[in-house]
């Protein structure tokens, strides 16, 4: 099975989605190949606000609002609207190219400069630094390779492939805050809504649009490929915050059993509960350090 992860750093649906992504990936190691697009949320031809503050005081309420049905962290102050995905997605991208470990954790990051410090990482430097300390990252190579023509063609390719979305999603579903049905772009075109899974076997495909519950996705699973999903395994909560680095309320829920938080846990207050970091991320994370 080919599991395709459509996704964004910046999208606020996406990073609501990181403890159920967190859990299936976990689950899934080693049993499907899975791929992430990166389906660039904020786009080269979207319109500039013409008040940005107003802008900006509208995006942290809607903000607001989805971290109230996902129950994950917002900033307690948003600086600004990401003025691109691109930047960002790049360094993902980039990321890929030093392994999966190094990738969860960078793009793990870059999502946290939106919904945890309030400062999107919308251009190449603030992209770049904010992997900077990730454990295993060579961060010369993360940046030669996001300028590189390599990359670039992969993102690309990425944009074109999250505009070519499959017909079940554009239709109106109901069952979610998000239901993700599929997003009218600026130049009249389809995108996958943030996040989606769209499951792929020989035999067949589902799609899983929108903001879901883990119970959702794993119906979807054996639908198609019965017995694929073992049950859900929680770890000792040192183990998980050791794998993670970086962990929400939600996600030691679901991905946890035991006392929390385990010693040397470091709380990071946020708009809508803490974040807790491993203390090795918390010598290098720049919600601590700044």
């Known amino acids: 099975m ?27 190691a080693g049993r499907v190949r899975w791929r992430r697009v990166q389906a660039i949320l904020f786009d080269h031809d979207d319109d500039p606000p013409p008040d940005p503050a107003a802008e900006t005081a509208w995006y942290a309420r809607y903000v607001a609002d989805i971290a109230a049905h996902t129950g994950a962290p917002r900033p307690l102050r948003l600086s600004r609207v990401a003025a691109g995905s691109w930047p960002a997605a790049l360094v993902a991208k ?9 990738a969860e954790l960078v793009l ?3 999502r ?16 770049l630094a904010a992997a900077r300390g990730t454990p ?23 944009h074109a492939e999250a505009r070519r979305p499959v017909p079940e999603v554009c239709r109106t579903r109901e069952g979610s805050p998000h239901p993700g049905t599929a997003k009218e ?3 009249g075109r389809r995108r996958y809504a943030l996040p989606t899974l769209l499951l792929r076997t020989p035999d067949g495909r589902r799609t899983v649009p929108g903001w879901r519950t883990y119970e959702e996705y794993a119906a979807a699973l054996a639908e198609l490929s019965p017995g694929l999903l073992p049950p859900l395994g929680r770890l ?25 938080p385990p010693p040397h846990a ?18 290098v994370h720049p919600a601590v350090h700044t």
């Open 2 to 28: 080919e599991v395709v992860e459509y996704t964004d750093p910046l999208c606020p649906w996406s990073w609501g989605a990181e403890p159920v992504l967190r859990a299936l990936r976990a689950a899934l």
């Open 266 to 283: 470091v709380r990071v207050d946020t708009g809508n509960g803490p974040l807790w970091l491993h203390p090795a991320e918390a010598a």
């Open 94 to 102: 980039a990321a890929e190219l030093q392994g999966d470990r190094v």
């Open 185 to 187: 772009t600026a130049d």
């Open 108 to 110: 793990r990051r870059l």
């Open 236 to 260: 000792a909560p040192a183990v998980a915050l050791e794998r993670y680095r970086s962990m929400t309320e939600p996600e030691r829920l679901l991905l946890t059993e035991g006392e929390w």
């Open 112 to 127: 946290e400069t939106v919904f945890v410090l309030g400062e999107p990482a919308d251009t190449p430097e603030a992209a």
């Open 136 to 158: 295993g990252l060579d961060p010369h190579r993360l940046a030669a390779d996001a300028a590189s023509d390599r990359v670039l063609a992969r993102v690309r390719a990425d």
